[in-house]
């Protein structure tokens, strides 16, 4: 699919990678939507950068746990740049609790995580669907993990919302065909962002000792394939693992 003068919607596209995958879209020629949960601040930033690129960008505050929300931002969306050609579902939620303490693991915990991780994807892909069916060649990149593979990670919760997602993903890859595409990227640890300046010195080096590269994933690469997704016309239903080789698949 050609890139230029489509509109890309990025959600949580604030943070770290989402405003890598903003900018990297705007630059290729896409105008923006980014939605954000508390940090006006810094999507205002991202906003004046895309404008500043000459492409159209609006943003927007949005709590993806709230189906009334969702639906207005779309609808806000749709009658700032006309159309919802792209969607990158990138906001999350994260809290660390250790695998064995099951009883830090609240049930309260657990519900953000997976409406935020789960539930919000599926409700903000479900709210764009009839706007990315309306040229038949509309795109959806979920951002998954590579601990949704792999029995690891900061939390269970966490671990088993983003494998939910890579299977979400899978399924609507089934019912948005022939009209839609929806693929995955599956990252390790990001430098750049708000999880990786939570981890201690020594959890981050032990992860880059695992990698094969011996480095964890970069932001732009993670970006470049969100780009890659939106261009192929045959690629549907697939999960890329970006993680600097811990995990092979």
């Not at 890309?8 to 290729?28: D, E, K, Q, Y």
């Not at 009334?68 to 809290?95: F, P």
């Not at 409406?115 to 038949?136: D, Q, S």
Request: glycine letters at 8%; aromatic letters at 4%; one cysteine or more.
């Amino acid at each position: 699919m050609e890139i230029n003068d489509k509109v890309a919607f990025i959600t949580g596209g604030s943070g770290g990678l989402g405003s890598v995958i903003a900018l990297r879209l705007a630059a290729s020629g896409a105008n923006i939507a980014i939605s954000y949960g508390q940090n006006l601040a810094a999507a205002k930033e991202i906003e004046t950068q895309i404008i500043a690129m000459g492409r159209k960008c609006c943003t927007l505050e949005m709590n993806q746990r709230d189906p009334q929300s969702v639906v207005n931002s779309v609808n806000h969306i749709v009658s700032e740049l006309g159309a919802v050609d792209i969607l990158v579902n990138n906001a999350a939620w994260n809290a660390a609790v250790p695998f064995k303490d099951l009883d830090a693991l609240t049930p309260e915990l657990w519900d953000r995580m997976h409406e935020t991780n789960l539930r919000g994807p599926f409700l903000v892909t479900r709210a764009c669907a009839p706007h990315l069916r309306k040229n038949k060649m509309g795109r959806v990149i979920n951002i998954s993990a590579f601990i949704g593979l792999s029995a690891e990670g900061s939390s269970i919760a966490h671990a088993t919302a983003k494998a939910g997602l890579i299977h979400l993903n899978r399924c609507l890859a089934s019912a948005l065909a022939p009209d839609v595409t929806v693929n995955s990227i599956a990252p390790g640890l990001m430098e750049g962002t708000v999880m990786f300046e939570k981890i201690s010195a020594e959890a981050v080096e032990a992860g880059r000792q695992r990698a094969k590269l011996n480095r964890h994933t970069s932001l732009e690469d993670v970006a470049d394939q969100v780009l890659t997704f939106c261009r192929a016309e045959s690629v549907t239903g697939q999960v890329l693992v970006i993680d600097g080789g811990i995990v092979f698949h």
